[in-house]
């Protein structure tokens, strides 16, 4: 019997049916997606980056994303990115200035990336749009707010212009700022959350020409809300939200969030093929349109100059 079960072992190695470790089923890697407060347009860059993704062969099987949507606040997303850290994330991908300044300073095992984040480079989570200078690079957002704040004066002549932000959030902040330079009188309201929304925007519109939107998360979550309430007192609203001016509002200079998520989609696919976040430079968004709502102006009695209409795109 002894010289039996030896002459199958002596068979099994000829064969390589015994005496072979079996490889370990290398598991799927995983791309954590974070999208604050779950807005839209944070889902349509992810769904757009998942395309990517799935067109450069990463797709089910090849690779698991992993989506969070956390609260707003800083404290929500950063203990979604520990979770997809501690969770072995190949990547971590955030959505929106308030979840990369969140992270920012975060020392996170995983490669950062961003996708419509107003201006990484004054938020301070890169370096320079071309020398990220640590493991992070992704999107901008960025529109000319100087030419939109141009566009809306020429057509209403407001004087005073109220503007919905949330403190502390940087990319509101950021764009409060770049307004105050637009040479009206600036009245702005510190909306906390969504629930104090459209309270804020209804005590504008009694005291200003025009009401400016700015990408507050909580302004974000009550955007046709607030158009509502400001076109009940008769005054326009812009703002650079995508889809804004399809609620209602006047003007609109939008970068789209499609395309966002594609050129983030990009960047995760050179990563996930053995890139280096900081080699990567901070892409800009092209695809920047001037949304204008003639409907709008013509229920507040306004007329939209020929040059603003040649520059830009009429909503139905």
């Known amino acids: 019997m002894k010289r039996l079960l030896l002459m199958l072992l002596a068979a099994c190695c000829t064969t390589g049916l015994l005496l072979s470790t079996p490889r370990p089923v290398a598991a799927e890697p995983i791309l954590a997606a974070i999208v604050p407060a779950d807005l839209p347009r944070y889902k349509e860059a992810h769904k757009a980056m998942a395309q990517i993704l799935e067109t450069g062969g990463f797709g089910a099987g ?57 201006d990484p480079v004054a938020l301070g989570v890169v370096k320079s749009l071309t020398t990220t200078g640590a493991e992070v690079t992704g999107a901008s957002s960025k529109t000319d707010l100087d030419s939109l704040a141009g566009h809306m004066l020429k057509i209403t002549g407001a004087k005073t212009i109220g503007v919905l932000y949330t403190k502390d959030e940087g990319g509101a902040e950021q764009q409060l700022a770049e307004l105050k330079k637009a040479g009206v009188t600036i009245k702005a309201e510190n909306v906390r959350n969504q629930g104090e929304a459209v309270a804020a925007a209804e005590k504008l519109a009694g005291q200003c020409d025009a009401l400016y939107l700015t990408e507050s998360i909580a302004v974000m979550q009550q955007g046709p809300a607030i158009v509502k309430a400001a076109l009940a007192q008769k005054k326009p609203v812009f703002s650079q939200i995508p889809d804004l001016v399809k609620a209602g509002a006047l003007l609109g200079l939008e970068a789209e969030p499609d395309e966002q998520g594609k050129l983030v989609g990009v960047h995760a696919l050179q990563i996930l093929q053995g890139q280096k976040a900081h080699s990567l430079p901070v892409r800009s968004a092209k695809k920047i349109t001037l949304m204008i709502n003639p409907g709008t102006a013509a229920q507040l009695g306004l007329t939209i100059p020929p040059d603003v209409l040649s520059a830009g795109q009429a909503v139905k």
């Open 62 to 118: 090849k690779l698991k994303i992993m989506v969070q949507a956390p609260n707003a606040d800083k404290m929500s997303i950063v203990n979604s990115a520990r979770r997809a850290d501690s969770a072995g994330a190949a990547i971590i991908v955030v959505y929106g200035s308030r979840a990369a300044e969140s992270l920012a300073s975060e020392p996170l095992k995983a490669p950062l990336l961003f996708a419509d984040v107003y």
